[in-house]
């Protein structure tokens, strides 16, 4: 799963608030590639994009004020849910996180990891927070 799995993934949707891309500029070497942004449904927008963690990298712990749900495109990570065990997912899976849950995705193994997330969040909140 991505965040910032999408990943956060998590990830890539963040170039479209700047709040939500400061809280994220402390994690090194993510890339993170808006596709799309739709004012759907009514007091939600939805926001696809794309997120790369290198070998070795993570989102971080964040949060979403909405579902996330992703599909990893490459590489494999490991998917954090609080409450949940801990999930390694691969290029062909896919994932969903509940609205407000901490996550955090890290890429695993020596490859980088690319995420397609797509984000259904309330229009009026950052698209990410950081969490402890």
Same mark, same amino acid.
């Given at each position: 799963? +991505?965040?910032?799995? +999408?990943?956060? +993934?998590? %990830?890539?949707?963040?170039?479209?608030?700047?709040?939500?891309?400061?809280?994220? @500029? *402390? *994690?090194?070497?993510?890339?993170?590639?808006? +596709?799309?942004? =739709?004012? %759907?449904?009514?007091?939600?927008?939805?926001?696809? /994009?794309?997120?790369? #963690?290198? /070998?070795?990298?993570?989102?971080?712990?964040?949060?979403?004020?909405?579902?996330?749900?992703?599909? #990893?495109?490459?590489?494999?990570?490991?998917?954090?849910?609080?409450? *949940?065990?801990?999930?390694?997912?691969?290029?062909?899976?896919?994932? *969903?996180?509940? @609205?407000? $849950? #901490? &996550?955090? /995705?890290?890429? &695993?193994?020596?490859?980088?990891?690319? =995420?397609?997330?797509?984000?259904? $969040?309330?229009?009026?909140?950052?698209?990410?927070?950081?969490?402890?």
């Amino acid at each position: 799963m +991505l965040k910032k799995t +999408l990943l956060a +993934l998590a %990830f890539a949707g963040l170039a479209f608030t700047g709040v939500a891309a400061a809280a994220f @500029a *402390q *994690q090194p070497g993510i890339k993170r590639t808006p +596709l799309q942004k =739709v004012e %759907f449904p009514d007091g939600y927008n939805t926001i696809t /994009a794309i997120a790369e #963690v290198p /070998a070795g990298g993570a989102a971080g712990r964040h949060t979403h004020p909405g579902i996330e749900t992703g599909y #990893v495109l490459e590489g494999e990570l490991n998917l954090l849910i609080d409450g *949940q065990p801990e999930k390694t997912l691969k290029a062909g899976d896919s994932y *969903q996180i509940p @609205a407000g $849950v #901490v &996550h955090d /995705a890290k890429a &695993h193994g020596d490859k980088a990891m690319k =995420v397609l997330g797509v984000y259904v $969040v309330d229009k009026t909140k950052p698209l990410a927070s950081p969490a402890p």
